[in-house]
């Protein structure tokens, strides 16, 4: 902590940092009606970022609650009998002080196999690159040294995408599934497709990124990956050309169009009414492929019946 630095006494709700959000669902500030302000105090980039992760927090809580109440869905802690709640997949994992014995990891490889352990081992070295640049940038002067204890099989956003489509995406009822993936999240997805390629192939219907940060020659996507990211995949990037506008792209998978903004956290927002769009045509484009069978003559009689 700085010298002049206040203390990270942040409060609990939203009203305690006297924001709310309006009848658009816009948080605004209860007192002036502006937008959130980041610099809230300035020189006091550290202080300020802790600020913005403690309201942060507060927002996450108060969505997951919208979701549960007002769309129906339940929330599921994971892995199965851990009893953690993810509720960032970009870090998940738990930090507590690091203590002077050398822990060892729980986890065995010895029987896997020699390319699925050099792959492994490739994504936790990337992993925890990415973290370490992360921290020393959003806390650069740690108190304690601290470690890391990762969430069994979702101690990555990679391991995480698969995690979730094996035990909820693969095992539900839907036989159309949309995926909307926003910058790292588009790299997790081409990851899992590496991994579940076929079973990817045969649910998925359509994929939108935005701000996608992937790229298929780095992660070794196969040429039959690419050609279906081809035609099932669109990344709306940020630009300052209209929505909507082609734009010119160097690697071989999917289009690339602007999300009408040149701010990355903004591409998702700005480009939904194209994505649902896109994921509309993709949808009627699958069905007016799909020939009669059976067993989908027999999934819509039971459905009558019910």
Request: one cysteine or more.
């Amino acid at each position: 902590m700085k010298k002049d630095e206040p203390p990270l006494d942040f409060p609990d709700t939203l009203e305690g940092f006297e924001y709310a959000f309006n009848e658009k669902g816009q948080l605004r500030h209860i007192k002036t009606g502006e937008p959130f302000v980041f610099n809230y105090r300035e020189d006091l980039h550290r202080w300020n970022q802790k600020r913005y992760e403690a309201l942060g927090e507060i927002i996450t809580k108060y969505v997951y609650e919208l979701l549960e109440k007002d769309c129906n869905l339940k929330k599921i802690s994971i892995p199965e009998g851990y009893g953690v709640i993810v509720l960032n997949p970009n870090e998940n994992y738990i930090e507590v002080e690091k203590p002077k014995i050398h822990v060892q990891s729980s986890s065995d490889s010895s029987d896997e196999p020699a390319e699925k352990r050099e792959r492994k081992d490739k994504v936790s070295k990337e992993t925890k690159k990415r973290r370490d640049f992360y921290e020393k940038y959003r806390n650069p002067q740690r108190e304690k040294e601290m470690m890391q204890l990762y969430i069994r099989e979702n101690g990555s956003p990679e391991e995480h995408a698969i995690y979730v489509w094996d035990h909820f995406i693969a095992q539900s009822a839907a036989e159309n599934v949309f995926f909307v993936a926003h910058s790292y999240g588009g790299l997790a997805f081409v990851e899992l497709m590496i991994q579940r390629e076929a079973d990817v192939k045969n649910k998925v219907t359509a994929v939108a990124l935005t701000d996608s940060v992937h790229n298929v020659w780095h992660q070794e996507a196969g040429k039959t990956i690419r050609e279906w990211m081809r035609e099932n995949c669109c990344n709306w990037v940020s630009s300052s050309e209209p929505l909507d506008t082609s734009v010119e792209s160097m690697l071989p998978d999917c289009p690339r169009v602007s999300a009408g903004t040149d701010r990355h956290e903004l591409t998702s927002w700005k480009s939904f009414p194209s994505i649902f769009k896109f994921f509309t045509e993709a949808s009627e484009a699958k069905t007016s492929s799909l020939k009669p069978a059976v067993t989908r003559r027999s999934h819509r009689l039971k459905h009558e019946e019910l």
